[in-house]
């Protein structure tokens, strides 16, 4: 039997000296920012009384109202961070120090008080992140990387071809019957090739991960993509990080839900975009239609034929059959969530379908990390799934390779938790799902660049992205 040694008075000093916090630089991705943690540590109660006071006279309270914070974590972080913003308030010509500084007061009470320590940057993150200096310090330096009207032109033509109904109004009528004809059969070829990676002859019974599994797979994406998503993903004062995000626990098991009508309409729209934007045969179906996606009429038109189409019993076996096999995203829409398959592929090994299993969450993931700002313009676009799944399946693939490369025998263990059989390694993402769509949301990160791209899609400065204002 195990015996556990209590930690010696050395060790325990060793651990508080490790954590200490100390004057250093702090690498934040982009920006390099020296903190003067180590001059705080060694205040007195009184000094820090005296900080807090005139923390809250700035921020325009009652500098007594700081007696009323009496939890000492809590003061401890609010002196730390008003000692730093002061600090770096230099580095970012314009930033507003004040309205940080108000920010803290305000928000004492919900902030989780992550103290800053010797290595780590947890603290400086948030603090930096959720007072808006990140973004303020990413603007600025975006200031000369504008892009031009050339760069914009350029990266439109990705977007998609002129709304039909644009200026003026006018513009060529949506062709129905094309999509009646021409769509639907191809839609339906779409699903079935879809569904038959889980074919079994008849007998032979159906095999399921554990969703309790996918925990832990979530919870590494979760960390990963914080980790390597620096200083994007903090410069979003609202992201999901910030706000009690926990990945895992809005994932639902798709395979055990029945889809309602309304579920499988959205899940058609979507792939009807994928197939009508499809020109590996030449020209695609929307063109040929006319079908303008900007236009509210196309849309409900679309809607209309598949709700119609649906329920028909041959396209209504395979549409259900489709929603319970295939990863979705409705997080932030009442009752929604993650959905995640767990039934095993049958046409490859249970290794392989797990290691798609793990990109799939993260490409769910990264959905919810999308700004509000850059998902609401895919409404003024002609291919909005290159904005929708496309953006989407490029952050997927920065992060899904980091795991991959990151990851030890240890990580790879925990990731195929509960997969029977051999283990087939993992292959780096190369290109980007959603067919068409995945192809020009490549073309546009290679017209912006990296860093244009994860400031707009994190910030929602869609001006960067090229997208119409
Ligand atoms: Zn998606």
Known sequence: ???????????????????????????????????????????????????????????????????????????????????????????????DVKKALTWLVANVGGVRPVLPSAVGREFELTVLGRTGWLRAALRGRMQQKRLTEAEVKRVAGFYGPPAAGGAG???????????????????????????????????????????????????????????????????????PFFTG??????????????????????????????????????????????????????RQFLWDLLSEWSKEDKARRAAVYFCRHVGSNSHGEPGGGIGLVTEFKTDRPFSQHRWEIVEVIVHEMVHTLMHPDVKAKASKITRPLVVLEGFVEVVTREVFNWMIDHGDDETTKRLMIGVPGPLVAPARKTTLGYGAAGGYADDVLGAVGRERFLIGFMTGDTELLGLPA
């Not at 991705?29 to 060694?42: E, M, P």
């Not at 949506?174 to 339906?188: D, I, M, Q, S, T």
């Not at 009508?261 to 979507?270: R, S, T, Y």
Request: hydrophobic content about 40%; charged content about 20%.
């Open 1 to 95: 039997m195990a015996t556990s040694q209590p930690l010696s008075e050395d060790a325990v000093l060793a651990v508080v000296e490790r954590d200490r916090p100390v004057n250093r630089t702090v690498d934040l991705g982009l920006f390099q920012v020296a903190v003067k943690h180590g001059d705080v540590a060694g205040w007195g109660d009184v000094q820090v009384g005296e900080t807090l006071g005139r923390l809250f006279k700035a921020a325009g309270q009652e500098p007594g109202l700081a007696s009323g914070v009496t939890d000492r974590q809590l003061r401890l972080w609010l002196v730390y961070a008003t000692n730093m913003l002061v600090g770096a308030r230099e580095l970012v010509p314009g930033f």
């Open 245 to 298: 995000f926990t990945y895992f626990e809005n994932v639902f098991d798709k395979t055990a839900v029945m889809p309602t009508d309304e579920d499988i309409v959205k899940h058609l729209m979507n792939r009807a975009h994928v197939v009508g934007e499809d020109t590996t045969g030449g020209q695609s179906i929307f063109a040929v239609a006319g079908y303008d996606s900007t236009r509210r009429e196309d």
């Open 169 to 239: 109004g006018q513009g060529v009528p949506l062709k129905g019957e094309v999509l009646r004809g021409e769509l639907l059969p191809k839609l339906y070829r779409h699903l079935t090739d879809h569904i038959a990676q889980w074919y079994r002859p008849s007998g032979v019974e159906a095999r399921f991960q554990g969703l309790g599994d996918f925990r832990v797979i979530a919870e590494f994406a979760q960390a990963a993509a914080w980790s390597m998503l620096q200083p994007y993903v903090a410069a979003n004062e609202n992201s």
